[in-house]
T-cell receptor
Framework: GEDVEQSLFLSVREGDSSVINCTYTDSSSTYLYWYKQEPGAGLQLLTYIFSNMDMKQDQRLTVLLNKKDKHLSLRIADTQTGDSAIYFCAERYNFNKFYFGSGTKLNVKP | DVKVTQSSRYLVKRTGEKVFLECVQDMDHENMFWYRQDPGLGLRLIYFSYDVKMKEKGDIPEGYSVSREKKERFSLILESASTNQTSMYLC????????????FGPGTRLTVL
């Protein structure tokens, strides 16, 4: 399958911005997604971006897409302890086929 | 809100047992999915179904089968459980539409002894 890569861990202080990065390989991907997984729970969709966009903002979340470099990032402004979770990026490359990254565990220190 | 429920949060089975994991969604979604989640590997697609009685293999179907007799229910079957199938299993559903994403259940943590 295609590789979607993320770093495994990120640690920030409360109030700082967090930036979680992701690289993907399939240039034909139509949509790219960010999901959040809290302990013991399933994945919850945070936001998505269509492949012809380069930026999307939704309250504290900013998604940047660099299609040339196949790089996706999620910025969380004013990070709170409640943002501690695992964040997955995913690409949809086919009608029902999604590739997920391995997840980045965000630890927010008070 | 879309609700995807899974029959068990935790399950412990013995090697060789037949295991059924059940998933139900209440939003009339056409598409349903089974993934397994392992640390450092992310989510890997086992099977998906795009209609009643229709199924397609995902990336890691070996050792698994699925059943979709009703639109709202998608079952994952481990014919003869093995220790390497110890994992977190996530079910998801999705409406057929270009922008629609998947909605996930809470997961079933299966341990095979």
């Amino acid at each position: 399958g295609e590789d979607v890569e993320q770093s495994l861990f990120l640690s920030v202080r409360e109030g700082d911005s967090s930036v979680i990065n992701c690289t993907y390989t399939d240039s034909s991907s139509t949509y790219l997604y960010w999901y959040k997984q809290e302990p013991g729970a399933g994945l919850q969709l945070l936001t998505y971006i269509f492949s012809n966009m380069d930026m999307k903002q939704d309250q504290r979340l900013t998604v940047l897409l660099n299609k040339k470099d196949k790089h996706l990032s999620l910025r969380i402004a004013d990070t709170q302890t409640g943002d501690s979770a695992i964040y997955f990026c995913a690409e949809r490359y086919n009608f029902n086929k999604f590739y997920f990254g391995s997840g980045t565990k965000l630890n927010v220190k008070p | 809100d879309v609700k995807v429920t899974q029959s068990s949060r935790y399950l412990v089975k013995r090697t060789g047992e037949k295991v059924f994991l059940e998933c139900v969604q209440d939003m009339d979604h056409e598409n349903m999915f089974w993934y397994r989640q392992d640390p450092g590997l992310g989510l890997r697609l086992i099977y998906f179904s795009y209609d009643v009685k229709m199924k397609e293999k995902g990336d890691i179907p070996e050792g698994y089968s699925v059943s979709r007799e009703k639109k709202e229910r998608f079952s994952l079957i481990l014919e003869s459980a093995s220790t390497n199938q110890t994992s977190m299993y996530l079910c998801a559903s999705r409406r057929t539409g270009s922008t629609d994403t998947q909605y996930f259940g809470p997961g079933t943590r299966l341990t095979v002894l």
